[in-house]
């Protein structure tokens, strides 16, 4: 079985902190992305990485970075947690083949921001 | 650029009754279309797919979806749903093309079954 696993479940930080979440996949896989569940929203892309060192742009990327360093592994970071970045995260990993993939979740990071 | 639009945010539905989750996408090109589920308190899993063939699409677990691409529509089904159907599901479009198979989704339907 795929496991997408992601460091902390809920994570309260104030305005202004630098926070970081982790994603780990341990099916070689080269594909892995972030994204934030809204109400109503549905799950926007943040960022995304192909391969080690690579990453692309989102849909929303403004207030965050990433990182990825060892395939395995895929980081978020907020800069500067502000109010409006509260939300459910979810980071994702698929094979990179040249077939569109199926996407695999971790089970997300409910973040609040006070 | 694609965008998804899902119509019901959310469907009450009885156990056993019969249940349609609408997803209309738009793109200027073909895509692959999904539906993802997502149980309470977990993250998304992939319920079925289509990339080509068959426009009837099923899973394991009595869902099926049609490809019309003549209304740019992928709606979900499911004849009689069980107590454990309820979840959000997610209607998402990808461009092969696009790097790293990117997805877009759309703003989710939840689906509240009642006994």
């Known amino acids: 079985d795929v496991k997408v696993t992601q460091s902390s479940r809920y994570l309260v930080k104030r305005t202004g902190e630098k926070v970081f979440l982790e994603c780990v996949q341990d099916m070689d896989h080269e594909n892995m992305f972030w994204y934030r569940q809204d109400p109503g929203l549905g799950l926007r892309l943040i960022y995304f990485s192909y391969d080690v060192k690579m990453k692309e742009k989102g849909d929303i990327p403004e207030g965050y970075s990433v990182s990825r360093e060892k395939k395995e592994r895929f980081s978020l970071i907020l800069e500067s947690a502000s109010t409006n970045q509260t939300s459910m995260y979810l980071c994702?990993?698929?094979?990179?083949?040249?077939?569109?993939?199926?996407?695999?979740f971790g089970p997300g990071t409910r973040l609040l921001v006070l | 650029a694609q965008s998804v639009t899902q119509l019901d945010s959310q469907v009450p539905v009885f156990e056993e009754a019969p249940v349609e989750l609408r997803c209309n996408y738009s793109s200027s090109v073909s895509v692959y279309l999904f539906w993802y589920v997502q149980y309470p308190n977990q993250g998304l899993q992939l319920l079925l797919k289509y990339l080509s063939g068959s426009t009837l699409v099923e899973s394991i677990n009595g869902f099926e979806a049609e490809f019309n691409k003549s209304q740019t529509s992928f709606h979900l089904r499911k004849p009689s749903v069980h107590i454990s159907d309820t979840a959000e599901y997610f209607c998402?479009?990808?461009?092969?093309?696009?790097?790293?198979?990117?997805?877009?989704f759309g703003g989710g339907t939840r689906v509240l079954v009642k006994p």
């Open positions: 998402a479009v990808s461009d092969l093309r696009a790097a790293g198979n990117k997805l877009t």
């Open positions: 994702a990993s698929s094979w990179g083949g040249r077939e569109v993939e199926t996407q695999y």
